[in-house]
Structure formats: C-alpha cells, structure tokens
C-alpha cells in the first residue's frame, strides 16, 4: 500500500518548550538566532544562484532541527550550512561542500566588514568539510531520513482564481512576497500549506483594500482554513518588518563533536553565567503573548507597515510606510517561470529538469538525427 507524503508539524507545547529553552535560551534569543539562519541560508542561496524552492526547503529543514537539538549543542552557523547544503540534495540541484563552504565564508566576511580573502585549502577548510558533512548527517538522522516538505506557493494561484482575483498581478505578487518573508518563521512546522497561502492572501487583500467575500460563508472557511490561523500567521509576519537587523547572538558552548549523541551540552548561557541563572529578556512576555493577538487589532492600531519582501535586515533603518501610503505596481511572474532573483524579491521557481529527464531529451534528439539522416 502506497502512503501519501506529509508535512512533519510540532503541537504548540513543543513549539514553546523546545530543546534550546531546556538549555536556557529564552524564547526571544531562540526566536532571533533562527532568523538569523535562515537570512544566513537566503543569502548563501542567492550566492550560489540556487532556485528560490530550494532556499524554502532549506529553512524549512532549518526550523525542523532545532525543535529536536539545541542552538547550544549546533551553532546556527553550522546547521544553516547543513541544510542548504543537504535542500540542495532534495531538490535536485546539488552543489559541492567546497562552494557551500566559500559562500558561507565570503558571507561571514562580509558581515564582520573584514577583508574579503579567498578560503584556502588549510586544515581550517578541512575540519569544516568535516563538520559540515557530519552535521548533515546529523540532521537526517534526527529528522528520521524525513526530508519532504510540501510549500504553500502552489496554492496561491489557485486560491487567486477561486476567489475571482487572477488578474490582480499586484495582489499576487505581494501575497509571493509575503510567503517568501514568512519562512523566517517556524510556521511550516505549525500550519498545513493550504492555511499558510490563506493567511498570506488574506494580509495581502487587507493592506491593498481589496474586498474578500465573507458573509455567513467566508472564504477561508470554504477553502478548509480558520479565522485564528490566519490572525495568528498574519501577526506573526507583520512583527518581521518591525525587527531589528538579524545578528548572531555569541553564547559559550562546548566544543563537541555533531556526530556524537552522548555528549553533554554545556550549562553555560549567552551571559556566560550559570545554568541555575535562566536567561530572561524583557521581550519574553511580548513574543509569548503575541500569539494570542489577533492580525486584525494590531492593524486597529494602525501599525505602520513596511512594503512585503524588502530585505528584512534593513527593516529597522526604513521609515514607516502608512496603510493608505501609494505604492508602487510590482512585476509578477508565473511560478513556472525563471525569474531573476533580488536580495529584497524573489519569486519561488520551478526546479530544473533531473538528470533522467534531460537524458530522456537527449536520447530523443539523437534517434531524431538517426531517423532523419537515413
């Protein structure tokens, strides 16, 4: 008997008691590092000119991870290097552990303003191949060998048509933007796809002004989604364009090796004081609570928002743009085309022909040539 191929997803009780607020790291730092990782992973994909598909599943694989390891235990360098590195491998396009190795590098560079230097082939780039293949290995075994992830982009269109909006290409393209954005946060592990893509039409249509048929019968419902999904994923999102810009957050750990499971975290914190002196920040209470507000009175409030796909690391330095503000006209383009990429914009596309299929290609070409030279 065949079995369908599902989303791997984490209750609520996880997604607050992960393995890194065990270790102490407050929710607000955990919540920090890991969209860290993935601009870290959106970066180095964007580098390496990967297919955007291909950065989604990475961080999807990302977030994954550390609801069963600690940011203690596997620093976010390291896992995000890991799970380009092995989304790569899923979606068929792979690269080699030395060019994930050099992006990463130019990119580390690049963010400490140092002189940008070539990587040469020391016993420096030799013990992070290592580390980087044993902690992909890591990874597949935590995760169960699980590494299929459906995304939510597939629906949009879909959703756009059921709901008479196909030829609105604006609303598309910031509804793409907003799923784009949302994959710093863990809501792929939380939410189905289809509520996803829901949430993302549903923020789009209320910051443009577009009506949505709702009545006794709203279109959410219709298309299996609830209210308090959508306010939940909506604020979530909306709170991105208000961070500050992402940095790694230096902590004391131990320095023991990915592949072995039996060795001990260390019970030191970002503050290097004791295990018995938990980590708390003043925006604990504030993220915590967050959930439970809905995407509909934090727009009350009128909160400023920032233009859905701007680079999320130059959000604080942008000045608010209002609700009613004009904004410009994007460009949208079918997923099924290859589009190019930006650091501010990209569009999910659609992934390269696998070997089979371009040998079945060539195959054709030359019987073609056979039959027509004879």
């Known amino acids: 008997m065949l079995q369908q191929l599902e989303n791997v997803y984490f209750t609520d009780e996880q997604v607050l008691n992960t393995p890194s607020r065990e270790d102490q790291i407050s929710f607000y730092v955990e919540r920090r590092l890991r969209i860290y990782g993935c601009e870290l992973i959106q970066d180095a994909g ?5 297919p955007q ?3 989604a599943t990475a961080q999807v694989l990302f977030h994954r991870f550390y609801f069963k390891k600690s940011l203690k235990r596997f620093p976010v360098h390291q896992v995000s290097m890991a799970s380009l590195f092995l989304g790569a491998k899923v979606e068929e396009v792979p690269k080699r552990a030395r ?7 130019h990119i580390f560079l690049t963010k400490s303003k140092k002189k940008l230097e070539p990587l040469s082939l020391s016993s420096e780039y030799f013990e992070m191949k290592r580390e980087l293949i044993k902690t992909e290995r890591y990874m597949l075994k935590e995760m169960g060998f699980s590494t299929y992830v459906e995304h939510p982009h597939k629906y949009i269109l879909t959703y756009l048509d059921f709901l008479k909006q196909s030829s609105n290409t604006e609303l598309a393209q910031k509804c793409w ?10 809501l792929a592990v939380r939410f189905r796809p289809e509520v996803i893509a829901c949430a993302c039409i549903y923020m789009a249509a209320y910051v443009m002004g577009i009506p949505l048929p709702e009545g006794t019968n709203p279109w959410w419902e219709q298309l299996d989604a609830k209210k308090e999904q959508l306010d939940e994923i909506a604020y979530l999102i909306n709170q991105l364009y208000k961070e500050p810009e992402a940095k790694n957050i230096p902590f004391d750990r131990k320095e023991d090796d990915p ?13 290097g004081s004791n295990r018995s002196s938990p980590l708390k920040s003043t925006n604990d209470k504030k993220w915590e609570e967050g959930v439970s507000r809905t995407f ?9 928002q920032e233009e859905p796909g701007t680079s999320l690391k130059k959000a604080s330095s942008l ?6 503000a004009p904004q410009a006209t994007p460009v949208f383009t079918p997923p099924t085309a290859v589009t190019k990429r930006t650091a501010s914009r990209t569009v999910i596309q659609q992934a390269p022909a696998t070997r089979a299929s371009k ?7 030359r019987a073609q040539s056979f039959n027509s030279q004879e």
């Open 46 to 50: 964007i580098l390496l000119k990967l």
């Open 53 to 55: 598909v291909t950065m």
């Open 99 to 105: 060019d994930i190795i050099n992006v990463f590098h």
């Open 177 to 186: 933007n907003y799923l784009n954005d949302s994959l710093r946060e863990p």
């Open 259 to 271: 592949s072995s499971s039996d060795s001990e975290p260390n019970n030191a914190n970002v503050n």
């Open 296 to 304: 509909t009175q934090e727009m009350a409030m009128n909160t400023p």
């Open 319 to 324: 000045p608010p743009t209002p609700l009613n």
């Open 359 to 365: 040998r079945r290609k060539l195959q054709a070409r």
